[in-house]
Each structure stands twice: as C-alpha cells, then as structure tokens.
C-alpha cells in the first residue's frame, strides 16, 4: 500500500469508527507467509540481500500484539464489511500487480458474493501489470462494453469476456486509445493485456455472517 493510503486514509477511517478497527492478535506471520501469493519472491530477495527471513520472522513473533477497538470493529462491520448481496450485474476489473488492492481481495469479495447467493452477477477481469488501475482507455471502454452487453442482453456473454476476446476488442479500438502514461508522464502506446488469472485466497478473510 501506497504511504497516502497507509497514513492518511487510515488515520480518517480511524477517525469516523473512534478506534482502530484492526489487529494483529493472534496472527501467525511465518504461517500466513507460507500460504502467502508472494512467498517465493520474498524468500528470493532475502537469499539475494543475504539477510535472515527466519530472524525477521522470529523478530515479528515476539513483537507485541494489537488488540481491536470492539466499538470501532462493530463501526466497520455495519458500514464498510462485504455483505456479497448484489442487486445489479456486476463486472470487476483489476491490475495483477496491484500494490494498493491486492489480486487477493478480489478473490475474498468473489467468496462473499458467491456465499450470499449472487455469483450469477458477478465476473471479473484482469489486466498484466502493475500499479494501482493502470488501465489503457482501451482497455476501460473494452470492459464497459461487455457489461454493457450483459445489461441489454440479460446474460454475460463467455466469449465476449475471454482475455483473447476482450485484448481483440481493445486493439480495434485503435492506437488513440491503447495509450498509458509511464513514469515519466509521458503518453507511450501500449498493447492491451487483459489475462486469465486466478488469485492467490485472501491470508485472513472477514467472513460477516460469521461475527
């Protein structure tokens, strides 16, 4: 998570529910990286920087333990938590390298939709790179069009939401649209990379019902 996100909209969410709505009792840092989509990279660059994994994680078990705030937790579970209902047809669309909404809340909020029922409802898109909506336009108007489409017909069309068919239907867009701005702030052309990806499950998913 971006440091913006980390600070500052931590510090108003805090604010509105009077209380940390987190914590970390409980929580088994070597178990949740074992499971964790990013496990082999982070044991790579450990090995490469020559540094102990097994120090850092032995440092993190001893580490003091955050309680929740009951009344803040109660804040967050009427107004922020995932009930899964849907009411409309619902097409969701991110980037795989994502450093602010991780690939794996998709899968979590997938879960939530599915157990409540509206999995009919709900399809999801996924684009091969990084950054936090690093979409083309191409890419944004491609997708539309398919939730488009589900809107008018009544039904998602499979075909139509393939990574071969949704890439295709971008670059007929034409180079005006499958642009991005790099690093640089610079307009580079940019083919569409919609992809067939299957997230990693959410480390510590918030089942609703459950609390």
């Known amino acids: 998570m971006e440091?913006?996100?980390a600070f500052v909209v931590r510090a108003e969410l805090e604010a509105r529910a009077s209380g940390n709505p987190s914590?970390?009792?409980g929580v088994n840092y070597a178990t949740d990286l074992a499971r964790s989509a990013d496990a082999r990279e982070v044991r790579?660059?450990?090995r490469a920087s020559r540094l102990s994994l097994r120090a850092d994680l032995a440092a993190l078990a001893r580490a003091a333990r955050i309680s929740v705030d009951p009344r803040a937790l109660r804040y967050l579970a009427r107004?922020?938590?995932f009930t899964g209902r849907l009411n409309v047809p619902v097409l969701t669309m991110q980037t795989t390298g994502d450093p602010n909404v991780a690939p794996e809340e998709d899968q979590a909020y997938a879960s939530a939709v599915r157990r409540a029922g509206d999995g009919a409802l709900l399809r999801d898109t996924f684009v091969h790179?990084?950054?936090h909506c690093q979409?083309?336009?191409?890419?944004?108007i491609a997708a539309v069009q398919v939730l488009?489409?589900?809107?008018d017909s009544g039904r998602w069309d499979a075909a139509a939401l393939s990574p071969a068919a949704m890439n295709?239907?971008?670059t007929a867009l034409g180079p005006a649209y499958n642009i991005w701005v790099n690093a640089s702030n610079q307009l580079v052309p940019v083919p569409p990379a919609f992809v067939r990806y299957r997230p990693a499950p959410f480390l510590r998913p918030y089942n609703l019902p459950a609390r």
């Open 3 to 5: 440091i913006p996100a």
């Open 23 to 25: 914590w970390n009792t």
């Open 44 to 46: 790579a660059l450990y």
């Open 79 to 81: 107004n922020g938590s």
């Open 129 to 131: 790179r990084a950054g």
């Open 135 to 140: 979409f083309t336009p191409a890419e944004t």
């Open 148 to 151: 488009m489409r589900r809107l």
């Open 168 to 170: 295709a239907a971008a």
